[in-house]
């Protein structure tokens, strides 16, 4: 395009412009406009997201109980502690990446602890030694457990409601214990699809090759046993932590038609002491009598490890014994 010529009037001289110059002068104020334009538009985006989750508190709990049902409710805590051995003794439910470990759940890190936005942490009294490493931030007592002998729905429930209160959601937590329900009942359909006669179970732990833990009426396994038409059956009065200590030959009190359930984690070199026991052998768990081996639950977890043992059990292969 040719130029064209202006006269400068002061000057009497001519100033020649090229079209092809102003157009692209104009253009490129154009293309500014729209890009500051668009990026107080994110910004604008981006303030109406960080508001939209500026009410969502955050909850620290070192308790994996509280934490699990939390989680499992859809408002999981931004810490907790013990993340590296979750999976070996919680499994389900997942924690999200972005968790943030606070070291040893009952010594927790407390410079870790100050440089998290904290509004409220949730525990119970196993935990209440720590409460000054939070400073003024308010700390509430959630307890997963037996208020009698015996465990009851209503003991998982309730702490379950305690807990939707607290994160101002009370309907989060109402509709996660009816889903619970739910899902408890379809693992029981399906076990019993697979194992019809296996009624009756005997829940254990093993600490070694001899010795272990009997879980018993005043632990979660009696209410999810429970809500699965099945029998939970025990050897003697639990302690408060829903367990009686026993050694392998105390299984031989068992009928033959209960079925017992190796709780995991057990480690290679106890799995192969068993294995090579004698006692292990006489009893014929496997043979003449019915096992099968869980993945791990939290045993003095909440809601969250009921449907998590129920659907570990609508899964499980068991072997041995008349009831298969």
């Known amino acids: 395009m040719p130029p064209v010529f202006y006269t400068d009037k002061l000057s009497k001289r001519p100033i020649v412009t090229s079209v092809s110059v102003m157009t692209t002068l104009k253009w490129f104020a154009l293309t500014l406009c729209l890009v500051l334009t668009a990026c107080n538009s994110q910004t604008s985006t981006t303030s109406e997201v960080e508001n939209s989750h500026s009410g969502r508190m955050n909850i620290v709990s070192p308790d994996w109980g509280n934490a699990a049902t939390l989680t499992a409710m859809g408002h999981a805590p931004i810490a907790t502690g013990d993340v590296r051995v979750w999976d070996r003794w919680v499994g389900s439910p997942k924690l999200p990446t972005s968790i943030t470990d606070l070291g040893i759940r009952y010594q927790p890190n407390a410079e870790l602890i100050a440089q998290l936005p904290v509004d409220m942490v949730i525990d119970n009294y196993f935990y209440e030694h720590a409460r000054n490493l939070y400073g003024d931030v308010p700390a509430e007592s959630v307890m997963f457990a037996a208020k009698g002998e015996t465990a009851t729905w209503a003991d998982y429930t309730e702490p379950t409601r305690e807990l939707g209160v607290l994160i101002d959601n009370p309907k989060m937590a109402e509709d996660y214990i009816v889903q619970s329900q739910k899902d408890i009942q379809l693992a029981s359909q399906q076990f019993k699809e697979r194992y019809p006669k296996a009624k009756k179970f005997a829940v254990v732990q093993f600490a070694d090759a001899n010795n272990m833990r009997m879980y018993v009426a005043n632990s979660l396994f009696q209410p999810a046993l429970e809500q699965m038409d099945r029998e939970l059956v025990v050897l003697g009065k639990g302690n408060n932590w829903g367990f009686v200590p026993i050694r392998m030959g105390d299984l031989a009190q068992l009928d033959d038609e209960t079925c017992l359930l190796i709780i995991d984690p057990l ?33 003095y977890g909440g809601m969250s490890s009921l449907v998590s043992l129920a659907n570990n059990l609508s899964d499980v292969s068991l072997k041995g014994g008349e009831v298969l």
Do not use: M
């Open 267 to 299: 480690s290679p070199i106890t799995r192969a002491e068993i294995d090579d026991s004698l006692i292990w052998q006489r009893l014929g768990y496997g043979n003449t009598r019915c096992v099968g081996e869980l993945p791990p639950v939290w045993i």
